[in-house]
């Protein structure tokens, strides 16, 4: 997948430099932004919660006018996004004690190649787009351990489990409108909206690994795959997005 | 005047042997009153709203081999105070105008709550025997953003203007304080369960990139 990524970008490159661009520019681009941190415990500590993420798609773009302002260009970007929750709880006699954790990383690659068309006006850059985004995402992954100490009897149980998700592939054809202002000489910050349809494809094998320890042997070891024949679905959507850009 | 969300339902349901029966019903209206000034061709203006959400759901059901009839409701009453800032450049042209801005706005929670209740009524002496009550009551929001927007307007008479808006930025919400959670369980009018949970946030940020929506009327003078 990554030369079908590399062989569309080195095209797109040798299209940009033997054309005879106008105005050319660079934009920085978040195309998906979503964070939270959480800390909460009950009054008597009995129990407490822990919970990260953050998940941010930035792009890099460079964009060629060839002439009457329309042109093409192309995005790429990368995100790496892990979610981590750790919950504890356990009785006020000290007898029971539990740790549950989960961790769920994932990365994105990230590809757009645009034809765009520009308008200029007061302080304003109008652009309207064609874009056809790309996401392959890979080590889709979720592990769930849940640790329990139960004292009175002096047990430790450790309840394991690990799914690894097929590769993922997501590809659209949305038209994007992008408004931009003009912030500082060739400088420009805006939004963008793109209204299209997008289709997500796995491909590949689900791995689900669950063992079962208790007092350090291992009782129950199970491990199941399921292989994704066909499995595509697709959407009408929107897109968000804020762009900072360079014109020259 | 903004209508920054709607959404409403109302619903009623039954079985046709009657032995189920529900209805909800909620209406979640946010509207706003703004006022802007121009100050060297830029618009500074600033909105304001209150909201309150009632949202209300009921349902009983039954069986013929039950000697009771459950019922079950649950409501999320939610109020806020709401206060948008913004700055735009606007363009008109004949009959249509072009809004471009930046919007701040900043809606602080007041109440959000869930109730749920439920309990088992005897169906041939109508005694309630099992009763369970459910409350959690939220701590302190504070959501606030950072919008860009693009409004587009038509005419509709001398200075009246209808339009609609969307806002593309980035949303943050802060819980603090503390979520206190109730249980409480009664058998035949007798409390046998009273359990009373206080979660306290000592941290809790989200935020994510969003779309924000609005139908607008405004007059120009």
New interface residues.
Partial sequence: MKIRELTLLLVLLVIFASAQGQANRISLI?N????????????DTL?TEKETNLSVLPSIGYYRTLKSNTGIGCEIGFMHSTTKSTITSKTLDNSYNEIQDRISPYNIFYICPTLFQNYY??N?QFVTSLIFPIEYVTKHEFEFTRDIDILTNGTNIIDYSKTIEPNNIKFGVYCNFN?N?NIYRKVYL????AIGIDTDMRFGQRTNYKSVTENGVVTTEETAITNFRRDSRGRLK?R???VLSYNF | MSLNSLLFFNQSVSSLDSTNFGNQKSIQLFPAFGYSKELNRLWLGCELAYKQVKYNVYSSSTASVLPFVRTETNSLPTTSIYFAPYLLRSFASENLRFNIGIELPLEYFLKREQILNSWETDKVSQNTYLEKKTQRLYPKILNWAAYMQLGIYRKLYRGLYFGAEMGVGITNEIYFGNRIDTYQEMENGITTINRETIIKYERNISGSLNFRPTLSLQYYW
């Avoid at chain 1, 805006?190 to 909206?193: F, I, K, L, M, P």
Wanted: glycine share 8%.
């Fill in positions: 978040i998906s932004f979503n964070y939270q941190t959480e800390h909460a415990s009950s009054q129990q006006f007061s304003f408004l202002m805006g939004a963008q909206t929107f968000p997005g804020i």
